[in-house]
């Protein structure tokens, strides 16, 4: 049994992945307002000047240059030492299309971005959680298998998969004091999946969101960040394994 004192958060060391989509604007927001320590991860950063706009914007944080899962993790602890969260906020464009006309391709870089990716990196930073009997996991996938729809078989199946995986870990690394939890996002506003001009601007786009959605509305970026700096906060770490939807009371 570890001591309160031992399992006390105090300034967390955070690493955040693909911080520039989905929820990792608000993500980010909220995690820097809450004093943690935050390593960023993502794709754009292998070009240098990206990486360097990024900085001077978020003058605090710690953009990394690797992109790849297995140099992801070393990365960020050169940067800030041990970390004490890691929030895997995977991403990939939505394939809209029947099931006789998805592209293998796509279904397969689809898989490799927002399944693959979080369990090798996974794999990356739970032997140093484990070995401390401290950590937060915080899987980001989707509410979307809760109301499948035609035509988006893809997404529907991998958020799915990872979702699983992140409920199998929970329970595999409980004896170990490392919490595993998801936050399962529909109809958050992010320009990869419901950007503003559409949805936002457009009164068509807000009307069909009204119609969809209880709360009459999408989700906003700092909502779902505090949700997701909360889990990552390890202020309660007995709450594992849990799905946790982001929808507005959808579906």
Same mark, same amino acid.
């Given at each position: 049994?570890?001591?309160? #004192? ?13 911080? =520039? ?16 320590? $935050? ?20 003058? !605090? ?5 690797? /992109? ?5 993790? #070393?990365?960020?602890? #050169?940067? =800030?030492?041990?970390?004490? /969260? ?14 006789? #006309? ?47 729809? /035609? ?8 958020? /799915? ?6 409920? !199998? ?43 969809? $959605? ?5 989700? !906003? ?18 709450? !594992? ?11």
């Amino acid at each position: 049994m570890i001591r309160q #004192d031992e399992s006390s958060p105090g300034v967390r060391n955070v690493l955040l992945t693909n911080v =520039l989509s989905y929820t990792g604007p608000g993500a980010l927001e909220a995690l820097v307002s809450s004093g943690c320590s $935050v390593a960023c991860h993502d794709p754009a950063f292998v070009d240098e000047e990206a990486r360097q706009r990024f900085q001077h914007k978020w003058p !605090t944080t710690h953009p990394l240059r690797v /992109a790849v899962a297995d140099g992801v993790a #070393d990365e960020a602890i #050169d940067q =800030l030492g041990e970390l004490d /969260a890691v929030v895997f906020n995977d991403v990939y464009p939505l394939t809209v299309r029947p099931v006789e #006309d998805v592209d293998l391709m796509d279904l397969r870089a689809t898989f490799e971005a927002v399944a693959v990716f979080p369990f090798r990196l996974a794999q990356c930073v739970i032997p140093r959680m484990k070995s401390r009997h401290r950590g937060s996991l915080v899987f980001v996938t989707s509410a979307r298998e809760r109301r499948p729809e /035609a035509g988006y078989s893809v997404p529907t199946m991998v958020r /799915a998969a990872t979702t699983a995986f992140a409920k !199998t870990l929970a329970k595999e690394l409980a004896q170990f004091q490392v919490q595993v939890n998801v936050v399962a996002p529909n109809y958050l506003a992010s320009e990869l999946y419901y950007p503003r001009a559409r949805f936002v601007d457009d009164p068509s786009g807000r009307a069909m969101i009204a119609a969809l $959605v209880p709360f009459g509305r999408l989700g !906003t970026p700092d909502e779902v960040g505090e949700l997701i700096a909360f889990f990552a906060s390890g202020r309660s770490p007995f709450v !594992t394994g849990q799905v946790v939807d982001f929808a507005g009371g959808w579906p």
